[in-house]
């Protein structure tokens, strides 16, 4: 799996990515300006480098074969494993297929859909706006004085307890939204029937859409689990930084943390990115209505929902290896320089009591243990950073009939392996052993 190699443009972002991470480096090359002969630097990405070879230890092959058998009880077609500890990438492996039907066996340098582990990434980029002094977690979204202050929204806009949301109530799922009339970012085919669209909405048509709603409760008073909070978001970061979300994300955020492998996934398996799984939808699974009414009945992964649409609050695709990297750089260790600060940190972990969510995480308990999770048809992800500092990172290409509930199963794996083979895990550091550096 080749990839082209990165062309970093700017000196400046060279010198703090270098600082930062020592690491080869490689991206995607979105922007196609031609760079002056003293600005080209080449570079590699960490998913180039990584083989299952680099953990092929005797000493963890039961290990390897619990996690085998755990695909094999839910019929799950692939999966990849990333450990860090202290800041260490330790252990990366694939396991199954990456693609059944062309026969590739799953790689670490292989990228999958995250879900909503992407809300991670999404909750750091508005860090890094808050600390630049762009945006505050205390900021209005809508009305006069709002970020999205936009004629199309205010318009739209017949409650006046919407003018009270703020940043914060996005970030931690109390802005009022609910799922009454099903979750707006996943009943894409509902919203063009009641709003008699002619297409699928973009963003700025569905959030018009969604706000004409009335709120579930007053913002800041409940909790509801929101996607489409994490939209608007993911809006406000474009409207703050003057740049589209996946641009801002990976120049600020991605890139200067290590991760040059990551992008905002496309619907269908023949917009994939060269190194992308393919994905597989669990026995029994129906097909469903296309996502924009075209008529046509495709599988739940491939086109019933709009993943590319869903951007901060599901879109990503990476590796656990590289979302490791980032993980590296929001938790406040010292191995790693952090991309925010430790009052970013301290402000993204911080616990107050089981019923409210963090910010970007699922939950962080006063232990020191950080849990992210993401579920989308034909994906499941898990980050779990334990308090003595381990990471484990598993993302699968394959749903399963418990939908989110599976990751529990995943989190009773990491915890089993960690009581068994965490002794045996090798000393080294995958990020800077194989760079060399």
């Avoid at 180039?48 to 039961?62: G, I, K, V, Y």
């Avoid at 094999?72 to 999966?79: D, M």
């Avoid at 008699?196 to 706000?211: F, Y």
């Avoid at 794996?413 to 052993?433: A, I, M, Q, T, V």
Wanted: charged share 25%.
């Amino acid at each position: 799996m080749s990839r082209k190699k990165l062309i970093i443009l700017s000196p400046v972002l060279f010198c703090v990515v270098m600082a930062a991470v020592l690491l080869p480096l490689s991206s995607s090359s979105k922007d196609k300006r031609k760079p002056a002969a003293d600005e080209t630097v080449e570079m590699f990405c960490l998913n180039d480098s990584l083989t299952n070879r680099l953990s092929a230890f005797s000493s963890l092959e039961d290990m390897d074969d619990r996690i085998d058998m755990f695909l094999k009880q839910w019929e799950i077609k692939g999966a990849s494993l990333a450990i860090m500890r202290n800041d260490s990438l330790l252990y990366v492996k694939g396991y199954g297929y990456a693609d059944e039907e062309k026969g590739e066996r799953m790689t670490p340098g292989n990228i999958l859909r995250m879900a909503s582990v992407s809300k991670l990434i999404t909750a750091a980029g508005i860090m890094v706006l808050q600390e630049r002094g762009l945006v505050s977690l205390r900021d209005t979204v809508f009305g006069e004085h709002g970020i999205l202050n936009d004629s199309i929204f205010t318009a739209a806009i017949r409650e006046k307890a919407k003018y009270n949301i703020t940043v914060e109530h996005l970030l931690r799922h109390k802005a009022g939204f609910t799922n009454s009339r099903g979750d707006p970012m996943f009943s894409t085919q509902d919203i063009i029937r009641q709003f008699r669209l002619d297409c699928a909405p973009d963003h700025e048509t569905l959030v018009k859409c969604v706000l004409s709603r009335p709120l579930g409760y007053q913002p800041g008073t409940s909790q509801r689990y929101s996607n489409f909070g994490y939209l608007l978001l993911s809006m406000i970061i474009e409207k703050v930084s003057g740049e589209d979300y996946e641009t801002f994300i990976q120049e600020n955020v991605l890139h200067p943390a290590g991760c040059y492998d990551m992008h905002i996934a496309n619907n269908y398996y023949e917009d994939k990115y060269p190194d992308e799984v393919r994905y597989y939808m669990h026995a029994g699974s129906e097909l469903h209505e296309e996502y924009n009414l075209s008529g046509r009945m495709v599988e739940r992964c491939y086109g019933a929902n709009d993943i590319h649409g869903l951007s901060g609050a599901g879109a990503w695709c990476g590796s656990p290896a590289e979302l490791c990297r980032f993980v590296a750089s929001i938790d406040g260790r010292p191995e790693v320089k952090d991309i925010i600060s430790e009052e970013s940190v301290a402000a993204m972990t911080e616990y107050f009591d089981p019923q409210t969510y963090s910010l970007g995480w699922n939950d962080t308990k006063p232990t020191g243990e950080w849990t992210r999770t993401g579920t989308l048809g034909g994906t499941s992800a898990l980050v779990k950073y334990f308090p003595d500092g381990e990471c484990w990172v598993m993302i699968t290409n394959t749903s399963t009939w418990k939908g989110p509930g599976f990751t529990r199963y995943t989190e009773a794996l990491f915890r089993k392996c960690r009581e068994l083979y965490s002794s045996s895990l090798p000393e080294r550091n995958l990020f800077s052993d194989i760079s060399g550096s």
